[in-house]
Protein backbone atom coordinates (compact mmCIF):
# COMPACT_ATOMS: atom_id res chain seq x y z
CA UNK A 1 0.00 0.00 0.00
CA UNK A 2 1.43 3.33 -0.83
CA UNK A 3 0.84 5.63 1.46
CA UNK A 4 1.03 10.13 0.33
CA UNK A 5 2.38 12.01 3.28
CA UNK A 6 0.87 15.95 3.56
CA UNK A 7 3.26 18.59 4.35
CA UNK A 8 1.09 19.45 7.54
CA UNK A 9 2.18 15.98 9.05
CA UNK A 10 6.07 16.19 8.27
CA UNK A 11 6.00 19.45 10.16
CA UNK A 12 4.17 17.98 13.33
CA UNK A 13 6.61 15.36 13.27
CA UNK A 14 9.52 17.44 12.87
CA UNK A 15 8.60 20.25 15.03
CA UNK A 16 7.23 17.79 17.52
CA UNK A 17 3.82 19.26 17.98
CA UNK A 18 1.10 17.92 19.84
CA UNK A 19 0.11 13.84 18.63
CA UNK A 20 3.55 14.14 16.74
CA UNK A 21 4.46 10.63 18.38
CA UNK A 22 1.22 9.04 17.16
CA UNK A 23 2.05 9.92 13.61
CA UNK A 24 5.48 8.57 13.80
CA UNK A 25 4.40 5.48 14.86
CA UNK A 26 1.28 5.63 12.16
CA UNK A 27 4.09 6.51 9.35
CA UNK A 28 6.44 3.98 10.83
CA UNK A 29 3.97 1.03 10.69
CA UNK A 30 2.63 2.61 7.19
CA UNK A 31 6.70 2.13 5.99
CA UNK A 32 6.01 -1.19 6.64
CA UNK A 33 3.44 -1.85 4.78
CA UNK A 34 4.72 -0.06 1.54
CA UNK A 35 6.46 3.26 0.11
CA UNK A 36 5.70 6.15 1.60
CA UNK A 37 5.71 9.19 -1.22
CA UNK A 38 5.35 12.94 -0.99
CA UNK A 39 4.48 14.88 -4.34
CA UNK A 40 5.71 18.44 -5.73
CA UNK A 41 3.38 20.43 -3.91
CA UNK A 42 4.61 18.52 -0.41
CA UNK A 43 8.38 18.31 -1.38
CA UNK A 44 8.52 22.18 -2.60
CA UNK A 45 6.48 22.99 1.03
CA UNK A 46 8.69 20.72 3.39
CA UNK A 47 11.82 21.15 1.45
CA UNK A 48 11.86 24.77 2.06
CA UNK A 49 13.65 24.50 5.44
CA UNK A 50 16.10 22.97 4.29
CA UNK A 51 19.12 25.06 2.71
CA UNK A 52 20.02 22.69 -0.43
CA UNK A 53 17.46 20.15 -2.46
CA UNK A 54 19.89 17.85 -1.88
CA UNK A 55 19.88 17.74 1.76
CA UNK A 56 16.15 17.68 1.81
CA UNK A 57 16.36 14.58 -0.55
CA UNK A 58 18.93 13.07 1.67
CA UNK A 59 16.92 13.67 4.48
CA UNK A 60 13.63 12.39 3.31
CA UNK A 61 15.50 9.14 1.45
CA UNK A 62 16.79 8.08 4.81
CA UNK A 63 13.36 7.92 5.64
CA UNK A 64 12.20 6.00 2.73
CA UNK A 65 10.01 9.00 1.39
CA UNK A 66 9.77 8.75 -2.18
CA UNK A 67 9.48 11.95 -4.46
CA UNK A 68 6.86 10.66 -6.33
CA UNK A 69 6.41 13.31 -9.89
CA UNK A 70 2.88 14.18 -10.88
CA UNK A 71 1.95 11.55 -13.86
CA UNK A 72 -0.08 13.15 -16.87
CA UNK A 73 -3.32 12.14 -15.67
CA UNK A 74 -2.38 13.33 -12.23
CA UNK A 75 -2.38 16.78 -13.60
CA UNK A 76 -5.40 16.86 -15.91
CA UNK A 77 -7.13 15.40 -12.76
CA UNK A 78 -6.22 17.93 -10.52
CA UNK A 79 -6.74 21.03 -12.82
CA UNK A 80 -9.92 19.38 -14.01
CA UNK A 81 -11.19 19.79 -10.40
CA UNK A 82 -9.49 22.90 -9.96
CA UNK A 83 -11.77 24.32 -12.49
CA UNK A 84 -14.81 22.84 -11.26
CA UNK A 85 -14.40 24.65 -7.53
CA UNK A 86 -13.31 28.06 -9.15
CA UNK A 87 -17.21 28.79 -9.06
CA UNK A 88 -17.45 27.91 -5.19
CA UNK A 89 -16.21 30.61 -2.80
CA UNK A 90 -14.10 28.88 -0.57
CA UNK A 91 -10.62 30.08 -0.66
CA UNK A 92 -9.12 26.68 0.01
CA UNK A 93 -10.65 24.89 -2.98
CA UNK A 94 -9.99 27.57 -5.27
CA UNK A 95 -6.31 26.37 -4.70
CA UNK A 96 -4.40 24.68 -6.96
CA UNK A 97 -1.74 22.78 -4.13
CA UNK A 98 -4.66 21.13 -2.29
CA UNK A 99 -6.11 19.71 -5.98
CA UNK A 100 -2.66 18.56 -6.75
CA UNK A 101 -2.11 16.86 -3.81
CA UNK A 102 -5.65 15.56 -3.55
CA UNK A 103 -5.48 13.88 -6.94
CA UNK A 104 -1.89 12.53 -6.56
CA UNK A 105 -3.05 10.89 -3.27
CA UNK A 106 -6.02 9.51 -5.24
CA UNK A 107 -4.74 8.24 -8.87
CA UNK A 108 -0.48 7.55 -7.18
CA UNK A 109 -1.05 6.70 -4.05
CA UNK A 110 -3.63 4.06 -1.76
CA UNK A 111 -4.17 6.92 0.87
CA UNK A 112 -3.16 10.19 2.18
CA UNK A 113 -1.84 10.56 5.75
CA UNK A 114 -2.76 14.16 6.31
CA UNK A 115 -3.51 16.11 9.58
CA UNK A 116 -6.06 18.86 9.45
CA UNK A 117 -8.10 20.85 11.79
CA UNK A 118 -11.33 20.92 10.21
CA UNK A 119 -12.40 17.40 8.13
CA UNK A 120 -10.12 16.66 5.51
CA UNK A 121 -12.88 15.25 3.25
CA UNK A 122 -12.91 18.65 2.84
CA UNK A 123 -9.68 19.50 1.42
CA UNK A 124 -9.14 15.93 0.47
CA UNK A 125 -12.72 14.49 -1.54
CA UNK A 126 -11.08 11.80 -3.69
CA UNK A 127 -8.01 9.75 -1.77
CA UNK A 128 -8.44 7.44 1.41
CA UNK A 129 -7.28 9.14 4.72
CA UNK A 130 -4.95 8.03 7.32
CA UNK A 131 -5.59 10.28 10.11
CA UNK A 132 -4.24 9.95 13.39
CA UNK B 1 4.90 3.00 -61.29
CA UNK B 2 3.08 5.98 -59.61
CA UNK B 3 0.57 5.39 -57.11
CA UNK B 4 -3.04 5.22 -58.75
CA UNK B 5 -5.84 7.27 -57.90
CA UNK B 6 -8.52 4.84 -56.83
CA UNK B 7 -12.24 4.89 -57.49
CA UNK B 8 -14.60 5.97 -54.58
CA UNK B 9 -17.28 4.18 -53.32
CA UNK B 10 -19.92 4.95 -50.95
CA UNK B 11 -21.15 1.46 -49.06
CA UNK B 12 -24.40 1.87 -47.07
CA UNK B 13 -22.96 6.11 -46.15
CA UNK B 14 -19.14 4.86 -45.78
CA UNK B 15 -17.36 6.06 -47.98
CA UNK B 16 -14.17 3.92 -48.99
CA UNK B 17 -11.41 3.60 -51.87
CA UNK B 18 -10.98 1.06 -54.16
CA UNK B 19 -8.73 0.62 -56.70
CA UNK B 20 -10.96 -0.17 -59.75
CA UNK B 21 -14.23 -1.25 -58.19
CA UNK B 22 -15.55 -1.77 -61.83
CA UNK B 23 -15.85 -0.94 -65.65
CA UNK B 24 -17.80 2.11 -67.87
CA UNK B 25 -19.93 0.95 -70.68
CA UNK B 26 -19.03 0.89 -73.90
CA UNK B 27 -21.05 3.51 -75.09
CA UNK B 28 -23.67 5.38 -72.86
CA UNK B 29 -25.68 8.45 -73.66
CA UNK B 30 -25.21 9.97 -70.49
CA UNK B 31 -21.24 9.16 -70.68
CA UNK B 32 -18.91 11.83 -72.59
CA UNK B 33 -15.94 10.96 -73.83
CA UNK B 34 -13.23 13.78 -73.16
CA UNK B 35 -10.54 12.85 -75.59
CA UNK B 36 -12.95 12.58 -79.01
CA UNK B 37 -13.76 15.68 -80.32
CA UNK B 38 -16.78 17.18 -79.54
CA UNK B 39 -20.01 17.12 -81.77
CA UNK B 40 -20.38 21.22 -81.42
CA UNK B 41 -16.90 22.19 -79.73
CA UNK B 42 -13.19 21.55 -79.98
CA UNK B 43 -11.77 18.28 -78.66
CA UNK B 44 -9.69 18.89 -75.41
CA UNK B 45 -6.11 17.87 -74.74
CA UNK B 46 -6.26 15.68 -72.30
CA UNK B 47 -2.38 15.51 -70.78
CA UNK B 48 -1.25 11.93 -69.62
CA UNK B 49 -1.07 11.85 -65.74
CA UNK B 50 1.28 9.01 -64.70
CA UNK B 51 -1.54 8.45 -61.44
CA UNK B 52 -4.01 7.95 -63.70
CA UNK B 53 -3.16 5.28 -66.43
CA UNK B 54 -6.90 4.24 -66.99
CA UNK B 55 -7.73 8.15 -67.81
CA UNK B 56 -10.88 8.17 -65.46
CA UNK B 57 -11.35 7.19 -61.68
CA UNK B 58 -15.24 6.77 -61.08
CA UNK B 59 -17.46 7.29 -57.71
CA UNK B 60 -19.68 4.09 -57.54
CA UNK B 61 -22.84 3.88 -54.86
CA UNK B 62 -24.08 0.94 -53.39
CA UNK B 63 -27.96 1.18 -51.98
CA UNK B 64 -29.08 -0.55 -49.63
CA UNK B 65 -31.37 -2.33 -51.69
CA UNK B 66 -27.74 -3.72 -53.17
CA UNK B 67 -27.90 -1.94 -56.30
CA UNK B 68 -24.60 -0.13 -57.95
CA UNK B 69 -24.66 3.04 -59.32
CA UNK B 70 -22.00 5.09 -60.99
CA UNK B 71 -22.29 8.14 -59.48
CA UNK B 72 -19.62 10.41 -60.85
CA UNK B 73 -16.52 10.36 -63.48
CA UNK B 74 -13.68 12.03 -63.24
CA UNK B 75 -10.69 13.41 -65.97
CA UNK B 76 -11.32 11.36 -69.48
CA UNK B 77 -14.85 10.83 -69.29
CA UNK B 78 -17.59 13.03 -68.34
CA UNK B 79 -21.06 11.50 -66.55
CA UNK B 80 -24.33 13.81 -67.12
CA UNK B 81 -27.75 13.75 -64.96
CA UNK B 82 -28.50 11.24 -62.28
CA UNK B 83 -26.18 8.74 -61.28
CA UNK B 84 -26.36 5.33 -63.99
CA UNK B 85 -27.46 2.15 -62.42
CA UNK B 86 -24.79 -0.13 -63.69
CA UNK B 87 -26.92 -2.61 -65.56
CA UNK B 88 -23.76 -3.43 -67.72
CA UNK B 89 -21.84 -4.52 -65.05
CA UNK B 90 -21.30 -8.51 -63.69
CA UNK B 91 -18.25 -9.09 -61.79
CA UNK B 92 -17.14 -9.59 -58.24
CA UNK B 93 -16.13 -6.62 -57.11
CA UNK B 94 -13.69 -6.16 -53.99
CA UNK B 95 -13.71 -3.56 -51.14
CA UNK B 96 -10.66 -3.60 -48.97
CA UNK B 97 -11.53 -3.54 -45.63
CA UNK B 98 -9.94 -3.55 -41.71
CA UNK B 99 -6.41 -2.35 -40.75
CA UNK B 100 -3.72 -2.19 -43.30
CA UNK B 101 -1.19 -4.90 -43.47
CA UNK B 102 1.78 -2.90 -43.35
CA UNK B 103 4.19 -5.75 -44.06
CA UNK B 104 1.93 -6.99 -47.42
CA UNK B 105 1.54 -3.15 -48.50
CA UNK B 106 5.27 -2.47 -48.36
CA UNK B 107 5.49 -5.73 -50.55
CA UNK B 108 3.33 -4.54 -53.13
CA UNK B 109 5.07 -0.55 -52.67
CA UNK B 110 2.17 0.84 -54.72
CA UNK B 111 -1.09 -0.85 -52.68
CA UNK B 112 -2.69 -0.30 -49.18
CA UNK B 113 -3.75 -4.38 -48.58
CA UNK B 114 -6.03 -4.65 -46.05
CA UNK B 115 -6.81 -7.44 -43.44
CA UNK B 116 -9.36 -7.96 -45.06
CA UNK B 117 -11.99 -8.07 -48.18
CA UNK B 118 -15.72 -7.46 -48.57
CA UNK B 119 -16.45 -9.14 -51.68
CA UNK B 120 -19.92 -9.23 -53.84
CA UNK B 121 -21.00 -11.00 -56.68
CA UNK B 122 -23.07 -8.69 -59.07
CA UNK B 123 -25.07 -9.45 -61.50
CA UNK B 124 -26.55 -6.71 -64.44
CA UNK B 125 -26.11 -4.08 -61.47
CA UNK B 126 -27.45 -5.91 -58.55
CA UNK B 127 -25.42 -7.52 -55.25
CA UNK B 128 -26.30 -11.43 -56.06
CA UNK B 129 -24.25 -13.00 -53.23
CA UNK B 130 -21.40 -11.92 -50.92
CA UNK B 131 -19.03 -12.90 -48.43
CA UNK B 132 -15.83 -11.52 -46.26
CA UNK B 133 -12.46 -12.86 -46.88
CA UNK B 134 -9.49 -12.88 -44.58
CA UNK B 135 -6.66 -14.38 -45.85
CA UNK B 136 -6.56 -16.26 -49.02
CA UNK B 137 -10.51 -16.65 -48.77
CA UNK B 138 -10.50 -20.70 -49.62
CA UNK B 139 -13.48 -22.60 -48.30
CA UNK B 140 -15.38 -19.03 -47.34
CA UNK B 141 -18.59 -19.59 -48.53
CA UNK B 142 -21.14 -17.22 -50.80
CA UNK B 143 -24.12 -15.79 -48.63
CA UNK B 144 -27.20 -14.86 -50.86
CA UNK B 145 -28.36 -11.52 -51.10
CA UNK B 146 -27.26 -8.27 -49.70
CA UNK B 147 -28.07 -7.93 -45.84
CA UNK B 148 -26.22 -4.70 -44.80
CA UNK B 149 -27.03 -5.17 -41.27
CA UNK B 150 -26.01 -9.25 -41.28
CA UNK B 151 -22.48 -8.20 -43.22
CA UNK B 152 -22.34 -5.33 -40.63
CA UNK B 153 -22.72 -7.56 -37.31
CA UNK B 154 -20.12 -9.82 -39.72
CA UNK B 155 -17.49 -7.17 -39.78
CA UNK B 156 -17.73 -6.58 -35.95
CA UNK B 157 -17.55 -10.14 -35.15
CA UNK B 158 -14.41 -10.66 -37.24
CA UNK B 159 -12.70 -7.21 -35.44
CA UNK B 160 -13.17 -5.27 -38.32
CA UNK B 161 -13.43 -1.35 -37.12
CA UNK B 162 -16.41 0.17 -37.55
CA UNK B 163 -14.78 2.64 -39.52
CA UNK B 164 -14.43 0.15 -42.36
CA UNK B 165 -11.42 1.63 -43.81
CA UNK B 166 -9.67 3.37 -40.63
CA UNK B 167 -6.50 5.82 -41.46
CA UNK B 168 -3.67 4.22 -40.46
CA UNK B 169 -2.37 7.51 -38.74
CA UNK B 170 -5.66 8.29 -36.50
CA UNK B 171 -5.53 7.06 -33.56
CA UNK B 172 -9.36 5.90 -34.37
CA UNK B 173 -11.38 4.61 -31.14
CA UNK B 174 -8.26 3.45 -28.89
CA UNK B 175 -8.15 7.27 -27.98
CA UNK B 176 -11.65 8.17 -28.48
CA UNK B 177 -13.10 10.74 -25.92
CA UNK B 178 -14.49 7.66 -23.80
CA UNK B 179 -11.78 5.79 -23.28
CA UNK B 180 -9.47 8.16 -21.64
CA UNK B 181 -10.49 7.77 -18.14
CA UNK B 182 -10.19 4.18 -19.04
CA UNK B 183 -6.49 4.46 -19.91
CA UNK B 184 -5.55 7.13 -17.11
CA UNK B 185 -6.77 4.43 -14.60
CA UNK B 186 -4.92 1.93 -16.57
CA UNK B 187 -1.46 4.26 -16.40
CA UNK B 188 -2.11 5.06 -12.65
CA UNK B 189 -2.53 1.71 -11.83
CA UNK B 190 0.36 0.22 -13.91
CA UNK B 191 2.60 3.25 -11.76
CA UNK B 192 1.09 2.30 -8.60
CA UNK B 193 1.90 -1.59 -9.15
CA UNK B 194 5.38 -0.69 -10.66
CA UNK B 195 6.28 1.57 -7.64
CA UNK B 196 5.22 -1.13 -4.87
CA UNK B 197 7.04 -4.19 -7.34
CA UNK B 198 10.47 -1.67 -7.10
CA UNK B 199 10.59 0.23 -4.22
CA UNK B 200 11.32 -0.15 -0.49
CA UNK B 201 8.09 -2.52 0.48
CA UNK B 202 8.06 -3.48 3.88
CA UNK B 203 10.87 -1.46 5.13
CA UNK B 204 11.44 -1.41 8.61
CA UNK B 205 11.85 2.12 10.35
CA UNK B 206 12.67 3.02 13.49
CA UNK B 207 11.07 5.85 15.77
CA UNK B 208 14.31 7.27 16.12
CA UNK B 209 14.58 7.32 12.40
CA UNK B 210 11.90 10.33 12.11
CA UNK B 211 14.51 12.88 14.20
CA UNK B 212 16.68 12.89 10.83
CA UNK B 213 14.35 15.07 9.31
CA UNK B 214 15.14 17.96 12.24
CA UNK B 215 19.09 17.75 11.05
CA UNK B 216 19.38 20.56 8.93
CA UNK B 217 16.17 21.68 8.76
CA UNK B 218 15.04 25.39 9.76
CA UNK B 219 11.62 26.71 10.63
CA UNK B 220 9.84 28.24 7.81
CA UNK B 221 7.47 29.91 10.05
CA UNK B 222 8.31 29.30 13.35
CA UNK B 223 5.89 31.21 15.01
CA UNK B 224 2.75 29.07 13.55
CA UNK B 225 1.74 25.92 13.78
CA UNK B 226 1.68 22.98 11.57
CA UNK B 227 -1.49 23.89 10.06
CA UNK B 228 -0.74 27.72 9.85
CA UNK B 229 2.09 26.54 8.16
CA UNK B 230 0.80 24.72 5.52
CA UNK B 231 -2.13 27.60 4.93
CA UNK B 232 0.68 29.83 4.76
CA UNK B 233 2.81 27.87 2.42
CA UNK B 234 -0.70 27.67 0.37
CA UNK B 235 -1.35 31.49 -0.17
CA UNK B 236 -4.05 31.62 2.37
CA UNK B 237 -3.00 32.05 5.80
CA UNK B 238 -0.68 34.98 6.60
CA UNK B 239 1.40 36.81 3.51
CA UNK B 240 3.57 34.79 1.82
CA UNK B 241 6.34 37.05 2.01
CA UNK B 242 7.16 36.02 4.89
CA UNK B 243 8.96 33.03 3.76
CA UNK B 244 12.64 33.85 3.43
CA UNK B 245 12.94 33.73 -0.20
Redesign the interface.
Known sequence: M?TAI???V??????K?PRWEKW??A??KA?????L?VCCVVFG?FS????SVN?ALE??H???I?Y?PI????A??AYHDYLKALPYRN??LR?L??HLINSHAA????RLAV???IDPRHYYPSPKLLLC | MTVQIQDSVVLCGHHLGVVQLGYLPSAHPAITDLSQPLPDGPRFHLPKCSALHRGYAAAWEIRDDGSLYLTDIIYRYHLQGPPLHAIWMTLIVYIPVGDIDATRSRELRYELVREATLQFKVVDGMIHQWRLVKGSGQGIRWKNGFDWPNITAMLKAQGISSELQPDPYSHSDKFSDESLPRI?RE??DL??RA??QY?????????D??D?????????FPKL???A??RA????GPPVTS?TL
Open positions: IDTSLLIITRERELTASEGPVEWGYDLRLTLHHDSHETRSPELPYLQADDTI | ACALRKLSDVGKKLSEDWMLRRGWADPDAHSVFRGHI
